[in-house]
Every structure is written in structure tokens, then in C-alpha cells.
Nanobody, 121 residues
Framework: QVQLVESGGGLVQAGGSLRLSCAAS????????MGWFRQAPGKEREFVAA????????YYAGSVKDRFTISRDTAKNTVYLQMNSLKPEDTAVYYC??????????????WGQGTQVTVSS
């Protein structure tokens, strides 16, 4: 069983930056694809970004490409989401996820509890 704990959310003004972290523990190995998703009030959860188990390949939603960067520290079993040029529409609860069959799959086996990101205009 893999446990995921997100941190780094908060309130920021439009145009600002935040870095989210997701620490993974448990499980038998760390060779998981990992991803970030978000859910805004009244909306369905949506994909944000994913990174391969090695950290060599990343994949982004079009709405965040060129603004957000996903990375991982395999030694620390931690994945990060650097969010720049934030917009009010980025306001959501952000969830970390681990262990999907492919990098572009949304079918993750493990999910964190989420961290709130609020962007004020």
C-alpha cells in the first residue's frame, strides 16, 4: 500500500507561483508513474500533469503546459509540481496520484488527500 501526502498549497495572487510536493511512502518499489490532478468546485477532477517512474518523461494538460513543471526526486520518493503564472481558474484542490499503467492513463491506484490552491484575481 502506497501512502501519498501532498503539501505546499495555499493562497496566491494571480501571476504568482507555488510549488506542490507529494511524498510517497510504503509499497514495494518506487517505479510508479506519478501524476497531479485537480478538482475545482462544481467540476469534475481533471488531469494536470504526469511523470514517468524514471523522471525522464513528462506529460501536461494543455491548460497548464508552459506554466507548470512536474519533476520528481526518486531518492526521496517525492514528486513536485512547480506552478508559475497562476490564474484564478487554477483554483482547485490538487491531488497527487501514483501507479498508473501508462503515463497517459488516468487510472491510478493510489491517491493523496489533496491540497487546496486558491488564486485570487
Amino acid at each position: 500500500q502506497v501512502q501519498l501526502v501532498e503539501s505546499g498549497g495555499g493562497l496566491v495572487q494571480a501571476g504568482g507561483s507555488l510549488r506542490l510536493s507529494c511524498a510517497a511512502s510504503g509499497g514495494t518499489n518506487s517505479r510508479y508513474h506519478m501524476g497531479w490532478f485537480r478538482q475545482a468546485p462544481g467540476k469534475e477532477r481533471e488531469f494536470v500533469a504526469a511523470i514517468s517512474w524514471s523522471g525522464g518523461t513528462a506529460y501536461y494538460a494543455g491548460s497548464v503546459k508552459d506554466r507548470f513543471t512536474i519533476s520528481r526526486d526518486t531518492a526521496k520518493n517525492t514528486v513536485y509540481l512547480q506552478m508559475n503564472s497562476l490564474k484564478p481558474e487554477d483554483t482547485a484542490v490538487y491531488y497527487c496520484a501514483a501507479d498508473a499503467p501508462t503515463l497517459k492513463s488516468n487510472e491510478y491506484n493510489y491517491w493523496g488527500q489533496g491540497t487546496q490552491v486558491t488564486v485570487s484575481s
